[in-house]
């Protein structure tokens, strides 16, 4: 049996134990609402040229099944249509859906990064993640494939190396705006290696003439350091190191 949730009016840490992905058909985008979708997103790559219009996968509901569970509802789409959250009055507008992972230090702290200027959201904070992205094929969507996503995202921003079956299901996030995101916990593992992988990785981007997708790397244990970070951060991070040290 399920149960719909309703959009929090904070950010809310929801305990789970398993996730069941249902594809659902996409909403239909009057013409009026293209135009100006088309319009904001060519203004924005205009100003960032490193955006691209790639394939994602955006949230179109959430319910409770069981008490630890839950059934999300996704649907395919590109960057483009979240161009449509700057179109006042836009009704086809979707919530994101994003997978990220908590990397605790020995002592721990979690690791958290700040987003380079080449990115969508540049000076941001954040845990190491990124959009959920729609399988290829035939190959199935579901916790197995949000798992080797969240452990490449890791990799690719980080520089270190996990297998996906070392990432457990831990949390999801929920925000106002009904955006989901699917946290993975990953084993804990001393801060000097963590530095040193990260170094390894800007150092390789580098040298190939690329800008690594997180500009700067920090190890932080409450929400009050949150606030010490040079830049903005995205609404869960407070609310997840609250959640991580009472447990």
């Given at each position: 049996?399920?149960?719909?949730?309703?959009?929090?009016?904070?950010?809310?840490?929801?305990?789970?134990?398993?996730?069941?992905?249902?594809?659902?058909?996409?909403?239909?985008?009057?013409?009026?609402?293209?135009?100006?979708?088309?319009?904001?997103?060519?203004?924005?790559?205009?100003?960032?040229?490193?955006?691209?219009?790639?394939?994602?996968?955006?949230?179109?509901?959430?319910?409770?099944?069981?008490?630890?569970?839950?059934?999300?509802?996704?649907?395919?789409?590109?960057?483009?249509?979240?161009?449509?959250?700057?179109?006042?009055?836009?009704?086809?507008?979707?919530?994101?859906?994003?997978?990220?992972?908590?990397?605790?230090?020995?002592?721990?702290?979690?690791?958290?990064?700040?987003?380079?200027?080449?990115?969508?959201?540049?000076g941001r904070w954040q845990l190491p993640g990124g959009s959920a992205e729609p399988p290829q094929g035939r190959e199935a969507f579901d916790?197995?494939?949000?798992?080797?996503?969240?452990?490449?995202?890791?990799?690719?921003?980080?520089?270190?190396?996990?297998?996906?079956?070392?990432?457990?299901?831990?949390?999801?996030?929920?925000?106002?705006?009904?955006?989901?995101?699917?946290?993975?916990?990953?084993?804990?593992?001393?801060?000097?290696?963590?530095?040193?992988?990260?170094?390894?990785?800007?150092?390789?981007?580098?040298?190939?003439?690329?800008?690594?997708?997180?500009?700067?790397?920090?190890?932080?244990?409450?929400?009050?350091?949150?606030?010490?970070?040079?830049?903005?951060?995205?609404?869960?991070?407070?609310?997840?190191?609250?959640?991580?040290?009472?447990?």
């Amino acid at each position: 049996m399920t149960e719909p949730l309703p959009r929090p009016s904070r950010v809310e840490l929801l305990e789970i134990d398993r996730i069941r992905l249902v594809e659902t058909a996409p909403p239909q985008v009057p013409p009026e609402e293209r135009e100006a979708m088309n319009r904001v997103w060519e203004q924005a790559v205009r100003a960032n040229p490193s955006l691209f219009d790639g394939p994602a996968v955006a949230c179109a509901g959430l319910e409770r099944e069981g008490a630890r569970g839950l059934v999300l509802s996704w649907v395919r789409t590109t960057y483009r249509h979240y161009a449509l959250r700057r179109v006042p009055g836009a009704t086809a507008s979707l919530p994101s859906l994003f997978v990220a992972v908590v990397q605790p230090t020995d002592d721990g702290r979690l690791l958290v990064g700040r987003m380079s200027a080449s990115t969508a959201s540049p000076g941001r904070w954040q845990l190491p993640g990124g959009s959920a992205e729609p399988p290829q094929g035939r190959e199935a969507f579901d916790t197995a494939a949000l798992r080797r996503h969240a452990a490449r995202e890791l990799a690719e921003e980080t520089g270190v190396d996990t297998a996906p079956g070392e990432l457990r299901l831990w949390l999801v996030t929920h925000d106002e705006e009904g955006h989901v995101g699917v946290l993975f916990l990953a084993p804990r593992r001393p801060e000097s290696l963590l530095r040193e992988r990260y170094a390894a990785l800007v150092s390789s981007e580098t040298a190939h003439g690329r800008e690594p997708e997180l500009a700067q790397i920090a190890f932080v244990r409450s929400p009050s350091e949150v606030a010490g970070l040079d830049g903005t951060h995205v609404a869960y991070l407070k609310p997840l190191l609250a959640h991580w040290h009472s447990v």
